[in-house]
């Protein structure tokens, strides 16, 4: 029997969808196999965590869960009848069903034969089989930032041998879920196959970050572009375009390229902007010529930036 799916995470039943995720991802990356190859008790535990979080993830599922109404595992359960099996049995007078001298017809007829299909039984229409919905499947996919930002397709290499094709939309975010119709354990009897699930990981990029909508990049500049303004390339996710520094520009100074940013959601769509953070970079290698001048400047020009602090 699956274990409480609450318990599995070390989540109260009040938690959070925050603390949720929080909790899920932190003992997904301790167990994974990619971390642990080989152990097979973390791959079972993974799978465990992987279960549990995608119950409590789902708001539908998890209300389903905390009401009784499917288990620890995602499994329907099947309602109790009203009363016992004698309120099925023939009555008097050939009524077919009959409780304390009430004789139910009709819907109510209609409504026991569903009961005993559920259960596999024969009802009316004869035997009818066991139905239910296949389990769902969770997976993780890492993606690399502009994937995410662009919209790309990846492929899925599935543990039991098999793949997916996931549609990653643009402007995905990092712990974002997709849901694949149909891609989970297949159902029992006719019951339709359960669905994957699969958490996206958006890879860390060495020049951009993202702020919500919008894209923040550190642009190195010379000296001699702070003090006098200049016209730089500047790396953008579409590729470079040119970008002017105002003249006096110090380290810190943020510039925005409108639009530049990561598709908006919603049906007014656009895009956010990109925020650029200016950073003066000394030559490698000292230059004595620029220290002896910067010396003479410095002893007629003196002042203090740290005045105000």
């Known amino acids: 029997m699956a274990r409480n799916p609450y318990q599995i995470l070390g989540v109260e039943t009040k938690a959070s969808e925050h603390d949720i995720r929080s909790a899920y991802r932190k003992l997904a990356k301790k167990n994974h196999p990619d971390l642990n190859p080989g152990n097979k008790e973390a791959e079972a535990r993974f799978k465990e965590i992987a279960s549990a979080y995608g ?19 995602g499994t329907e ?18 009524a077919r069903y009959q409780t304390g001298g009430f004789e139910t017809e009709g819907a109510d007829a209609e409504s026991l034969d569903d009961l005993f299909s559920f259960f596999g039984g024969q009802g009316r229409g004869g035997t009818r089989s066991f139905r239910r919905r296949g ?12 994937d995410a930002v662009k919209g790309s397709k990846k492929r899925l290499d599935l543990p039991e041998g098999k793949t997916l094709d996931v549609t990653i939309p643009p402007g995905l975010r990092d712990g974002q879920i997709l849901r694949l119709e149909g891609q989970g354990g297949a159902g029992t009897g006719k019951g339709p196959s359960g669905d994957a699930l699969i958490e996206v990981r958006i890879n860390p990029d060495p020049l951009f970050r993202r702020d919500g909508d919008d894209i923040r990049v550190d642009l190195p500049i010379t000296l001699v572009e702070a003090v006098l303004g200049a016209k730089v390339p500047v790396p953008t996710t579409d590729g470079n375009v040119t970008m002017t520094i105002p003249p006096d520009s110090n380290t810190g100074r943020v510039l925005r390229l409108k639009g530049r940013g990561l ?8 895009r956010g902007d990109q925020y650029v953070t200016l950073k003066i970079m000394l030559p490698e290698h000292r230059d004595p010529e620029l220290a002896t001048f910067l010396r003479e400047w410095g002893s007629k020009h003196p002042y203090d930036p740290r005045s105000g602090t």
């Open 55 to 73: 119950i409590l993830s789902d708001k539908e599922k998890r209300a389903k869960f905390d009401r009784g109404e499917i288990d620890a595992a």
């Open 77 to 94: 359960r099947p309602q109790q009848p009203y009363g016992n099996y004698r309120h099925y049995a023939e009555g008097q007078g050939g």
């Open 135 to 146: 389990e769902d499947r969770h997976y993780v996919l890492s993606i690399d930032f502009l």
């Open 263 to 270: 598709p908006k959601p919603g049906l007014k769509g656009g």
